[in-house]
């Protein structure tokens, strides 16, 4: 079997796909990721082949991705798609942000239909804002299916959208038909919900944790992926002190803590310091502290597999990658949001597994920071928490037992067709 990944441009995209491909290639199934060429040397890092698409020439994908690397224009970054998943939570807002998101590979939609033509895999697996990818594979008459690194707002929104009542609001009326026309005119398609939320959609979350949509997931256990490195001795080897690691993710809001509580980093961490600890900072190599606590050590990056087997506890700032990886290795967890997905509800998640506690971005001190994680050090119900949080994890099935599952789908499409879809050569 064939089997195509497509990614947003972003390591939180992309890594968790990384496992599912390493267990199809295991299996002797071939596996590509085609992804902007922003990223296809972290694709080619894990071990899988990279192609890229996506050119120079979409300048809206290029401002996007200029945009996310300046920490100092996320200050301007929006919340809009930080969704609590609630009855009466307002949708119309975060839809058109939505929108957005979702537009922004259209202009390189030819190139993964010719990629699909060309290559001609048998299942197409896509990051759920690639909607372009559910429309080339459909384009071509291929299966596919959405792989979910997170929360799903793009099903809860479609939901809220597809079900709302006359709105009297020409954008919102107008938004599905602007942003579908141009992929599904070219190849003579219709619409179909289909092209939003695949024909399956893989969840790598506990059920507990997600927001409420009609949409039947596929379950599948978090495997960490955190990026291609060498192994460092000292990150791997158990310390005299408590380990205590402090990131907040390579891209997004998580950055902004000390920009939105107004506390200063170097406050923080000669606070933090205070503590009987070993201090790992992973944020900002950028701003150095000039005579560092002797027990403080800032990295440019390593890989949280690497080292939360020999961590005491992870501050973090609610993302999935970061919380699923601690939460695989039975690591305490004090969670600083500053929402931008799904963190709201991941903070609560974690909050009622008793596997950490949550200091908003509004609230945080160092101060108050450093009273949580005293707590997590010393107080034995959190590591209780922790592997409770681990047991959870592994009722879900890993990803090799998600194969044979979708091998008998595409084998159930490639025998009775799929009716309706155009063929591979239009």
């Known amino acids: 079997m064939r089997v195509l990944f497509v990614s947003f441009p972003a390591a939180a995209h992309v890594y968790p796909m990384v496992p599912l491909a390493w267990s199809l290639q295991a299996q002797c199934h071939e596996v590509r990721v085609a992804v902007h060429p922003s990223m296809a040397h972290e694709v080619g890092q894990s071990g899988?082949?990279?192609?890229?698409?996506?050119?120079?020439?979409?300048?809206?994908?290029?401002?996007?991705?200029?945009?996310?690397a300046n920490l100092h224009d996320l200050e301007d970054l929006d919340n809009d798609l930080a969704i609590r998943g609630e009855e009466d939570e307002p949708w119309h807002k975060a839809w058109l942000t939505l929108v957005g998101a979702l537009s922004l590979h259209t202009p390189d939609l030819p190139e993964l239909v010719a990629l699909c033509r060309d290559?001609?895999?048998?299942?197409?697996?896509?990051?759920?804002?690639?909607?372009?990818?559910?429309?080339?594979?459909?384009?071509?008459?291929?299966?596919?299916?959405?792989?979910?690194?997170?929360q799903d707002n793009v099903g809860w929104l479609w939901e809220r959208y597809s079900r709302r009542e006359p709105t009297g609001d020409m954008i919102i009326e107008g938004s599905l038909d602007w942003m579908m026309a141009p992929m599904l005119e070219p190849y003579g398609l219709e619409f179909s919900e289909t092209q939003i939320l695949g024909e399956s959609s893989i969840d790598q979350r506990p059920a507990g944790w997600r927001i409420p949509t009609d949409i039947d997931y596929l379950p599948m256990r978090w495997a960490p992926y955190n990026g291609g490195a060498v192994t460092q001795g000292w990150a791997t080897t158990p310390p005299?002190?408590?380990?205590?690691?402090m990131t907040f993710g390579t891209s997004g809001r998580g950055r902004l803590l000390f920009h939105v509580s107004g506390s200063s980093f170097e406050d923080t961490v000669r606070t933090l310091c205070e503590l009987d600890i070993e201090l790992v900072v992973t944020l900002d190599k950028t701003k150095p502290i000039e005579n560092p606590p002797e027990n403080l050590r800032i990295i440019d990056y390593v890989p949280l597999s690497q080292i939360l087997p020999t961590c005491a506890v992870i501050i973090n700032h609610a993302g999935e990658g970061s919380v699923m990886t601690a939460g695989v290795h039975e690591v305490p967890q004090l969670l600083c949001p500053v929402p931008n997905w799904g963190e709201h509800n991941v903070a609560r998640g974690v909050a009622a597994t008793g596997n950490g506690l949550v200091l908003a971005a509004e609230d945080f001190t160092p101060e108050k920071a450093k009273a949580a994680l005293s707590r997590l050090l010393?107080?034995?119900?959190?590591?209780?928490?922790?592997?409770?949080?681990?047991?959870?994890?592994?009722?879900?099935?890993?990803?090799?037992?998600?194969?044979?599952?979708?091998?008998?789908?595409?084998?159930?499409?490639?025998?009775?067709?799929?009716?309706g879809r155009p063929d591979t050569e239009r």
């Open 240 to 245: 005299p002190r408590p380990r205590v690691v």
């Open 48 to 68: 899988l082949p990279a192609i890229a698409f996506g050119s120079c020439d979409n300048e809206r994908m290029q401002a996007m991705l200029e945009f996310n």
């Open 378 to 419: 010393t107080e034995p119900e959190f590591r209780e928490g922790a592997a409770r949080f681990r047991r959870e994890l592994d009722t879900l099935p890993f990803p090799a037992e998600l194969i044979p599952l979708l091998t008998e789908r595409v084998r159930a499409h490639q025998g009775g067709g799929a009716p």
């Open 119 to 150: 290559w001609k895999p048998d299942l197409v697996l896509w990051d759920p804002l690639c909607i372009q990818a559910a429309v080339a594979a459909e384009a071509t008459g291929i299966p596919h299916a959405r792989l979910l690194w997170g």
